[in-house]
């Protein structure tokens, strides 16, 4: 399911993600929206591409110190206004009083969670079950057999979970190790939805931390970019697909399954992560 095609900025998951606190934002008649992520995080870049798309000011609050990445070069030339909270500051993200400073700040600006979480993130995924479905006929399939998706706060697989209705397994393979609360938070989406804890599988597919790439994985990627002739990017695509491969060869999927494997997008820090692996 290519998402990387949805739109050429607004890509991936993250137009899906951001587009419950878009549609609240504007029912409050807020007049900005502010977030927070790291120097290549995608969702910045998304929320900042829409803003420039849909003409709304937005404001990033960046974890760690000021830094040049193409990432932060492209957040400003989009026009959001940018914050670099220090490391000790970023952590405080989860407290409850974390924004009221920000909203001080910026009066009727709408806040969004880290990397577009939360129910009103998890929701917004939803819809792409819809366009799976509408997709299948195409490629000549009745239906599939399971979802396959890489998972970094888990609220893009949660919103598939509450979607699907136990109807097919989500498969996350985490991008990131497992201290990062993946499991906890989406067992806390699926809580707020009131639906029971159930539905997915998380497997560990960080190889040694978020970010950490290695000559293994790139020539993987590499080899799949040629063969299917589609972009992937590292941190979430190709760790997925490689830990898709890794569970095939485990002999744990069934011979003849029709699997979905998602396109998460995040072409955007393709070629940092890669070069900060070279
Ligand atoms: C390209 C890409 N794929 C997958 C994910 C994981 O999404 P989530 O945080 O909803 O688990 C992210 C992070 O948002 C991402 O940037």
Known sequence: MRLDLTDRLISGNKWFKLSGYLQQADAAGCTGVMSLGGAHSNHLHAL???????NFPTVGLLRGTECQTPTVAD?????MQ??????????KRHEADFW???????????????????????????PIIGLIREQLAAIGWADYDAL????????????LVMAETGAHPV???MAVPASHGVQAQVTQLLGQAGLADSGYQLLDACRGGFAKVD??????MQACEQQMNIPLEPLYTAKTLFALQQ????????QGSRLIFIHTGGLQGRAAALAAFQ
């Open 82 to 91: 940018l914050h670099w909270l220090g490391y000790g500051g970023y952590r």
């Open 215 to 220: 000559s293994e994985l790139v020539s993987f």
């Open 48 to 54: 900042a591409s829409a803003g420039a798309r849909f």
């Open 247 to 254: 569970h095939v060869r485990a002999g744990l999927v069934a």
């Open 148 to 159: 396959w998706l890489g998972a970094g706060t888990g609220t893009t697989l949660a919103g």
């Open 75 to 79: 957040l400003k030339a989009l026009g």
């Open 171 to 173: 498969y996350g393979a």
């Open 100 to 126: 009221v400073p920000w909203q001080q700040q910026y009066a009727h600006f709408q806040p969004v969670p880290e990397g577009g979480g939360g129910l009103l993130g998890a929701r917004g995924c939803a």
